[in-house]
């Protein structure tokens, strides 16, 4: 049954009724994200969401269903799969990326074998909290660039009405309405801003922003583009050198979820199990041609705001992208939503996540006073937020990168590890 103020924990199944609707906020806050990775890289959108949606299934399956975490398409490798993919073809990137997951579950037996308690040593709540804050505050960019610029990326004030009108209905929702209402503001946000924009549409030709010709051109049923890996020295060994930034990043999502949920799941089911969970996620959708998978802040943040964390919820979504893989018209209806509306509902979950953060820090009690936490928080934020990076080449057109919440989260675990417990 529920705890504290949660509506429903991770084991705990909603009744049908409720199930469907929470598991489609779920979709549409993970849609975006997904899809976009393959348009960026050349991959396809159906296999993108077959491996997203499949990979989240095997992921519950090897966490024990004990993690209410959604998969989706990774930007950590997009220069990895756009540099190999030119400099020998798609199969090998697919085959790097294989390689790369099963590189983590390596990574995953490894740490089931040392045991965890490093990482209390290295990550306390000085450098989780941060970490934390640097996650959602890495995505404002984003969700501000949805909410105020069009299609060209000029700013757009039809842009930004829309995105505020979608966040006043959303937080509305949130706070305001009464029972189930209120634990699937997202959905009603996102239905709310889409008809506004297709009613403004119809008056005002500046808000004209939806266009169904991708719809109707779409077939009802079709088998995602499948693509099968190959495998060279190179590109294995690119995808795997990547790996060591995303198993950070995997790291911070992980303590944020657990943060955000009031579970540890570095200790059950074990970090061992969520990172080999993502491993073999990854390597099954490089296998079929979709992109890397990874843990996505959007659904963390829609968990945050409606206090549901059902892994049953997280499952149906996960099935939810699974068909509509099979049924392109759905997936093109789906594609059509405005990204101000988007951006508008981002603004919300973005935020959340930062909070949460903000949260750990005053509930753990850190002590800004101290000039240790002062230093290290500083140094994780400036880092993390301003868009820190450290890139070097491994070969021809490929270029190892490393920054944003990976390379704070590895900066902070040093200074934690190098700064002395007390200083003069």
């Known amino acids: 049954m529920p705890k504290d103020n949660s509506i429903y924990m991770p084991a705990d199944k909603p009744p049908i009724s409720r199930w469907i609707p929470l598991s489609f906020q779920h979709v549409f806050a993970m849609f975006g994200a997904t899809v976009l990775v393959p348009i960026l890289t050349g991959l396809s959108i159906t296999s993108a969401l077959f491996t997203a949606g499949t990979g989240t299934l095997l992921y519950i399956l090897i966490t024990g269903a004990k993690v209410p975490a959604f998969l989706g398409s990774s930007f950590a490798f997009i220069p990895a799969l756009i540099g190999i993919s030119a400099a020998y073809g798609v199969p090998y990137a697919m085959g790097g990326a294989v390689a790369a997951g099963i590189f983590y579950t390596v990574i995953a037996l490894i740490i089931k074998a040392a045991g965890l308690g490093w990482i209390k040593r290295a990550l306390p709540p000085v450098v989780i909290g941060s970490v934390i ?78 266009d169904f010709s991708g719809v109707g051109s779409a077939a009802w049923f079709g088998l995602p583009v499948f693509r099968f890996p190959q495998f060279n020295f190179v590109a294995i060994l690119t995808f795997i050198i990547v790996s060591f930034a995303t198993m950070a990043e995997h790291l911070g999502d992980t303590i944020t979820l657990g943060n955000v949920v009031g579970k540890d799941f570095t200790t059950d089911p074990g970090l061992h199990r969520t990172l080999a969970g993502d491993g073999i996620a990854t390597a099954w959708a490089a296998f079929w041609g979709g992109p890397p998978n990874t843990t996505y802040g959007e659904n963390i943040g829609v968990m945050a705001i409606t206090r549901v964390y059902s892994v049953w919820v997280i499952g149906g979504a996960a099935v939810i992208a699974t068909l509509l893989s099979f049924l392109p018209k759905f997936g093109a209806l789906i594609q059509t939503i405005p990204s101000p509306v988007i951006g508008g509902i981002s603004m919300l979950l973005f ?45 021809q057109d490929i270029t190892f990168q490393m920054g944003g919440v990976a390379l704070a989260t590895l900066v902070g675990i040093i200074l934690n590890l190098v700064i002395p417990k007390t200083l003069p």
């Open 351 to 395: 935020g959340i996540i930062a909070s949460s953060g903000l949260r750990n820090l005053v509930e753990s009690g850190v002590d800004y006073k101290c000039k240790r936490n002062l230093t290290i928080s500083s140094v994780i934020l400036v880092i993390g937020i301003g868009g820190g990076l450290l890139a070097f080449p491994l070969g």
């Open 133 to 210: 804050i640097v996650i959602g505050l890495n995505l404002a960019p984003t969700a501000m660039g949805m909410a105020m610029n069009d299609a060209s990326g000029s700013y757009s004030l039809t842009h930004l009405s829309i995105a505020v009108v979608t966040l006043a209905i959303t937080v509305i929702a949130n706070i305001f309405l009464p029972g189930f209402f209120s634990v699937i503001p997202i959905l009603i946000g996102l239905v709310s801003g889409y008809l506004f924009t297709l009613i403004m549409g119809f008056i005002f030709p500046a808000y004209a922003l939806i």
